[in-house]
């Protein structure tokens, strides 16, 4: 059998595949606890539930305009002014079936053969692959722990070749939970702009962030860097809806349009119901997303507590998402048994088998001198985690 060379270049999501690994593990009967994949523990609020039921009961389950329908265009249009300082018309949004399908169309539309999008590392496991899908090259820019794992404008610019199209910024960040300022974005934005790129601008986990920390969109930094860019987000994250796979671009009318064409040789529209829910998530009351958050932030000050305790291991502190991003490279070259720890990915396998503890390694995103923790888990499985690894790590001489 022969698949197309598009499909036989692609790498399964890495977050996904140890999120299936653990789960294959837990339904064999092994105590699992899983900090792999990234998803609010939370249900979903329940004034979006009853939004979605009473959206059935009077009959919304049709198809609907492929873009989305115009309630929840507006409604987004509403969030982005209310919230980010964004102007956009319903015209200029497109609804998809989450946001990792947003960023999909964008790119699809975006860069083409022979194009190269500057990507930042640590990077989320599917940008790189969609670049590839899309026929451009990956260009991946290393970011340094003590920058905050941040791409800054001399790294930007030197990235820069007659073939770049395209910058992928996610902030905050997975997996290193950096949060950009407006000093920093604006600096971005210069760079872009004076090389006349694209920014692709995640801001899926913009509600999430501590300690003080304000979520900027880089498109609010001034009218040429907004017609420059396309905002990607979402419901999944902030309000728990992860099953619900809704996320949004916002972007210039014609690129816009290009989504929405694209879309509709693909999945057509988003699930009818799950858009009535989502009107209710942008539009109804915020409290619980601050419970959430006030229980991430919480749980990260005790992983970060505990992580500080094992010998040899450093972490920043995030200021948004539900992640940590520890350097765990004091453990290679250690050994249990038969075992040699040589990387990250070594780590985690270890982890997995002697602790029964998922992790995903760095190499995943980029860098495999680290491994990343969700905690978007309950305090009660962290604290195990947390216990079983602090154990294991001390049979590794």
Known sequence: MRLAGRARGISPSPTLTVDARAKALAAAGEQIINFGVGEPDFDTPEHIKAAAMEAMARGMT?????PGTAELRKAICEKLLRENNLQYSPEEIVVSCGAKHSLYNALQVLVEEGDEVIVPAPYWVSYVEQVKLAGAAPVVVETRPEDDFKIRPEGLSAALTPRTRLLILNTPSNPTGSVYTREELSALAEVAVRADIWVLADEIYEKLIYDGATHVSIAALGSEIKNRTVVVNGVSKAYAMTGWRIGYAAA?????????????????????????????????PQEPVAEMVAAFAARRAYILERLAGIPGIKCRKPAGAFYVFPDVSAYFGRRSRDKVVASATDLAAFLLEEAKVAVVPGAAFGDDRFIRFSYATSLKKITTGMDRITAVLGLLS
């Open 62 to 66: 049709k198809y609907t305009p492929v």
């Open 252 to 284: 210039p009318a014609p690129v816009a349009k290009a989504m929405a064409d694209l879309q509709s040789h693909s999945t057509s529209n988003p699930t009818s119901i799950a858009q009535a829910a989502a009107v209710a998530a942008l539009r109804g």
